[in-house]
């Protein structure tokens, strides 16, 4: 997708994640997505999901809720993710590899759930664990409950903490041949994607017992753990430079949509203003990486020699088309 | 719109647990053209309903008397106690037919986060009557969500020295209260219930 500054190539990409996914992935405030002056937007997309043809239409008003409708009939939102799987590299996603360890906890944690649909709510299952943990914690401190209430919630941490320990662990395990490969080939070398664990138990919980209480909150587990993106020369959060901080979040996208393309499901990849952050050489691994692979919706300023390949569109003023 | 007195009633119906809006108008316009005898019927319905209805002494199920027909009836097995959320759990395994034992009724699950600590529900209650020498099994049948196991798991504890403590075997849906299991699930569930460990 091909246009000037301004021409509306990232609101083409953006209306396809709506349309599919059902959620911007730009702004939380979606109203926002709505024109200028109107009271509500829609996106409508028609895919091949395999053999099968979907027609997916997502409403967002500016007061009211989102309205999604799947083959026609109304559907929870839930359904369109699983249904048209769509990973998405903005420029502005530095943050996975530059920003906290909060921000890539639930950066991979995401991704757990798309690599292992069945797993997908594990993450949100331990973090309400963990507050009903703090909760029992705080109450006992401040004397309205016995020291015995915690127990049931020590239990479920602990048990729901390893197992994400372990999924986190299995996930960074099955992308890290592919974040190496894909990182590699974009010219950056010996990429690594490692989680080490909590090694959260039971016990270990109910030794910090007396320490948690006094301070409410639970010390140890998953939620305080970090994946370390690194090369050889060490951490690409405070070593890397920006080209390869850039290049490790398209290389962790490239990566996931490998092992999703392992496990049979394959997702399409919506890439905006990717080339202008990669040299020529770059660009052309690039495009042979995704050639074939998967179907790829890319956008650039000016017509790229590495694109003739594809389908090139023009987006002038809002408005596009194929040339 | 339409006065203080409808708005009032849609109110009081929004209330009502899965009654929106929209749902508590269509309602408050049902009643106000239904004839006036089906109203007012439905209003001491209510009214009947709160002013005699209390709980069981014994296992908290609801009750016109000072205990429950249960655990009136001669007929049912004193040997096994099958502990619930909500009398309306008690209602879902009475409708199985696979449990002829007693019952408890919690009022609840544990959940610190909304300030229910163990003193909240009717644990004591279900201690001193799993002491009894006739008590043998304690079925823990609380919702199989993150709440109703934290329950189970903290009830099995103090029971484990007192009684068998059994769970219903899994397959039921996770997440989903009792209420909403099909009984034949339900049922199977507590044919193949298991002993906690
Ligand atoms: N809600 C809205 N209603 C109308 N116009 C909008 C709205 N939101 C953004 N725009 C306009 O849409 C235009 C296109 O923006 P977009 O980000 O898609 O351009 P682009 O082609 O990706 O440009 P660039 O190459 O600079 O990234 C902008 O001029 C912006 O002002
Ligand atoms: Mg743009
Ligand atoms: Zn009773």
């Known amino acids: 997708m091909i246009g000037a500054n301004g021409a509306g190539k990232t609101n083409l990409l953006e209306g396809v994640h709506v349309a599919t996914q059902g959620f911007s992935p730009r702004t939380r405030s979606e109203a926002r997505l709505i024109r200028f002056g109107s009271d509500a937007t829609r996106a409508i997309a028609r895919s091949h999901a395999r053999a099968t043809e979907v027609e997916t239409s997502v409403t967002v008003h500016r007061l009211g809720p989102k309205e999604v409708v799947l083959n026609g009939a109304p559907a929870p939102l839930d359904d369109l993710r699983t249904k048209l799987p769509v990973l998405v590299f903005l420029p502005d996603r530095l943050a996975v590899v530059k920003g906290g360890p909060a921000i890539r906890r639930t950066y991979f944690d995401r991704m757990l759930g798309r690599v292992s649909p069945e797993l997908a709510e594990l993450p949100g299952s331990y973090a309400k664990a963990l507050s009903q943990r703090g909760a029992a914690l705080r109450r006992v401190r401040d004397g309205l409950a016995e020291r015995a209430s915690i127990e049931p919630w020590t239990e479920t941490v602990a048990g729901l903490g390893a197992d994400l320990d372990a999924a986190r662990t299995a996930v960074t395990d099955e992308l890290g041949p592919h974040f190496r490969d894909a990182s590699e080939q974009l010219g950056l070398r010996g990429a690594r994607a490692d989680y080490e664990p909590s090694a959260i138990t039971r016990g270990a919980l109910e030794d910090r017992l007396t320490r948690d209480i006094e301070r409410g909150t639970t010390g140890m587990g998953p939620h305080l753990r970090d994946i370390r993106l690194a090369t050889d020369e060490g951490d690409l959060r405070g070593f890397g430079s920006q080209g390869q901080q850039r290049v490790a979040v398209l290389a962790l996208l490239l990566a996931e949509a490998s092992c999703l393309r392992d496990r049979d499901r394959p997702a399409a990849l919506l890439l905006d203003d990717v080339l202008s952050v990669l040299d020529r050489d770059r660009r052309a691994a690039l495009v042979s990486l995704l050639a074939g692979a998967t179907q790829t919706l890319v956008t650039a300023t000016d017509a790229d020699d590495v694109l003739e390949a594809g389908c090139v569109v023009e987006v002038v003023q809002g408005a596009a088309r194929i040339a | ?197």
Do not use: W
């Open chain 2, 1 to 197: 719109m339409v006065g203080p007195v409808v708005e009032n009633l849609v109110a009081q119906l929004t209330k009502l647990p899965g009654i929106g809006n929209r749902t508590a108008h269509r309602l408050a316009f049902h009643v106000l053209r239904a004839s006036r005898e089906d109203a007012l019927a439905l209003a001491d319905a209510i009214r009947d309903a709160k002013e005699r209805i209390g709980f069981c002494t014994v296992c908290g199920n609801l009750t016109e008397e000072p205990t429950c027909e249960i655990c009136r009836d001669g007929r049912r097995d004193p040997s096994v106690i099958c502990v619930v959320e909500h009398p309306v759990d008690l209602v879902s395994v009475e409708r199985t037919s696979e449990f002829r034992g007693r019952y408890h009724v919690l009022g609840g699950a544990l959940s610190p986060l909304d300030g229910v600590d163990p003193s909240d529900l009717r644990i004591d209650g279900l201690l001193a009557r799993a002491r009894a020498d006739e008590v043998v099994e304690v079925v823990l049948a609380t919702n199989p969500t993150m709440t109703g196991e934290a329950t189970a798991s903290f009830l099995a504890e103090q029971l484990r020295s007192l009684v068998r403590v059994t769970r219903p075997a899994s397959g039921l849906p996770v997440g989903a209260d009792l209420e909403y299991a099909d009984e034949v699930t339900l049922g199977r569930a507590l044919a193949g219930r298991r002993e906690m460990v």
